[in-house]
């Protein structure tokens, strides 16, 4: 794939990148090595200024940041200016709260003292997806650089510049040089990186297949890898829930970044007693979304990041239908227009042997199940390869109990839609992958966890 950012709402080719020759690339290894040399000796509380200069940054250059955005992937210009707010406040978080986190933790046992202490790791690779091209960067940087580790940046070869952008925040924050590199690099040159001896581990947000081929390289040479990958997420709706809140929120979520967002819900399993209400309802606010130029803010759905991905989630959408699934809207591409514009789609009476039990779709499509109770709900939302998160809609109590302790997935949200927050970890099960990024645990999945006992 060429390195180029390419408008996805016209075609049209803005810049393209000559990728990192193999010298190039042997020169940034070695400066993060030496890099992390001297700035694993760096203290906490510095490191922390530097974090939160490059909160700063971000939102003093909000506009520019949110703009290239929008220019190489397409989202909304008002959703991706929340994205860079979003990147201040996760900076924030673990420039205030890296010290707790890192704290030597004391533990009585039968030496005169013993404790746990936490010290970074070195170098990590960090391989990032364009969907939040900003937000996933920054959520695995943020704990990777207060914990003194140093980071290499793989991005996705569709938004270099906001690559270069985002290793210049860092450097123009204070970071010393190497601390946070981008390798302008395509996914062919990944394998050996992650071999290479000064790097120590590897974070890749991504597809199944990308995941499963860096960590099989990963694994070969015993480094820790972290996996956030693809989701089928369920959006359950019970006869007890407030339907319209449910149906408002189902719509967003669903189409939530041009519906292309690893935690947007994509099954929804409505009980049979709601369903024709539920149904009609989801419709008219699908008819209601205004899909066009993402730069506009009357526009709430954009065009899809590539002309690939739009393919992908067509031929999904029509093997659907071959299989006897009902398109209630949408359904094919827009054909009168550039770009790669898909409508908002629902599709329902889905066959079990469809793409819909097994594969992510990634667009602005929603396959709609109709289930008889709780226990049809729950084992529906369960057959699936993935576990990523899980929306429940509900005021019965039992109901509550039962999603919360029995659905499969890295995340329950009860009468909300599942979202990533700084304070709380965000990571999935099954083939969504695996280890925690954000809270505590994020920032603990890149260090050493250094036993020390002393008589
Ligand atoms: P992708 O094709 O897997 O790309 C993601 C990154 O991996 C890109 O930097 C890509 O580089 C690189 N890559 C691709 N193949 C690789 C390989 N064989 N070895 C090493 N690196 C490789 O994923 P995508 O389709 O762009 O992104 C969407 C996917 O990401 C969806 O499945 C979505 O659910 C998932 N996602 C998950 C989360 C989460 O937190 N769980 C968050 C966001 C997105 P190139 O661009 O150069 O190919």
């Known amino acids: 794939m060429a390195i180029a950012t390419i408008n996805p709402a016209t075609g049209e080719i803005i810049k393209t990148f000559e990728p990192l020759t193999n010298t190039e690339i042997e020169e940034k290894l070695e400066q993060a090595q030496k890099a992390f040399r001297t700035y694993r000796r760096v203290s906490i509380p510095e490191r922390a200024v530097w974090m939160k200069a490059a909160a700063e940054i971000l939102e003093q250059k909000k506009e520019k940041f949110g703009k290239l955005i929008t220019l190489e992937m397409g989202k909304t210009l008002k959703s991706a200016l929340a994205e860079i707010e979003k990147c201040a406040l996760v900076c924030r978080y673990y420039a205030d709260n890296a010290a707790d986190f890192l704290a030597d933790t004391p533990v009585q046992t039968d030496a005169s003292h013993s404790l746990i202490r936490y010290q970074p790791l070195g170098v990590i690779l960090a391989v990032m997806p364009w969907n939040f091209p900003f937000w996933q960067v920054f959520r695995f940087a943020a704990p990777a650089l207060m914990a003194g580790n140093v980071g290499l940046l793989k991005h996705a070869s569709n938004v270099p510049?906001?690559?270069?952008?985002?290793?210049?925040?860092?450097?123009?924050?204070?970071?010393?040089?190497?601390?946070?590199?981008?390798?302008?690099?395509?996914?062919?040159?990944?394998?050996d990186i992650v071999a290479d001896a000064r790097v120590k581990a590897a974070t890749l947000t991504g597809s199944e297949h990308a995941g499963m081929s860096l960590a099989s390289v990963a694994g070969k040479q015993i480094k820790k890898t972290v996996l956030e990958l693809g989701g089928s997420d369920p959006f359950i709706v019970m006869p007890s829930a407030d339907l319209e809140a449910a149906v408002a929120t189902a719509t967003i979520a669903r189409t939530i970044n041009n519906g292309q967002s690893?935690?947007?819900?994509?099954?929804f399993i409505v009980a049979n007693a709601i369903a024709d209400e539920?149904?009609?309802?989801?419709?008219?606010?699908?008819?209601?979304?205004?899909?066009?130029?993402?730069?506009?803010?009357?526009?709430?759905?954009?065009?899809?990041?590539?002309?690939?991905?739009?393919?992908e989630l067509d031929s999904q959408v029509q093997n659907c239908i071959q299989k006897g699934a009902r398109v209630l809207i949408g359904g094919k591409p827009l054909s009168d227009r550039k770009g790669n514009f898909y409508p908002p789609t629902i599709l329902t009476d889905l066959s079990i042997d469809s793409p819909a039990f097994t594969e992510e779709f990634f667009g602005p499509v929603a396959l709609l199940f109709r289930v008889a109770d709780i226990d049809e709900a729950i084992a529906l939302a369960n057959n699936s390869p993935f576990g990523l998160g899980a929306s429940a809609w509900t005021n019965d109590e039992a109901e509550r109990d039962r999603f919360i302790d029995e659905i499969e997935a890295g995340a329950v949200f009860i009468n909300g839609m599942v979202k990533s927050d700084p304070r709380l970890p965000f990571g999935g099960i099954k083939r969504s992958g695996y280890g925690r990024e954000l809270s505590i645990q994020g920032i603990h999945e890149f260090v050493n966890i250094k036993t020390v006992w002393v008589k």
């Open 161 to 191: 510049q906001c690559a270069l952008a985002i290793e210049e925040i860092f450097l123009q924050a204070g970071f010393p040089k190497g601390v946070f590199q981008t390798l302008l690099i395509g996914s062919e040159k990944v394998a």
């Open 278 to 311: 539920f149904e009609q309802r989801f419709v008219e606010k699908f008819k209601a979304l205004q899909i066009g130029d993402p730069m506009d803010d009357k526009t709430d759905i954009g065009p899809l990041a590539t002309p690939d991905i739009l393919k």
């Open 262 to 267: 690893c935690i947007a819900a994509k099954r």
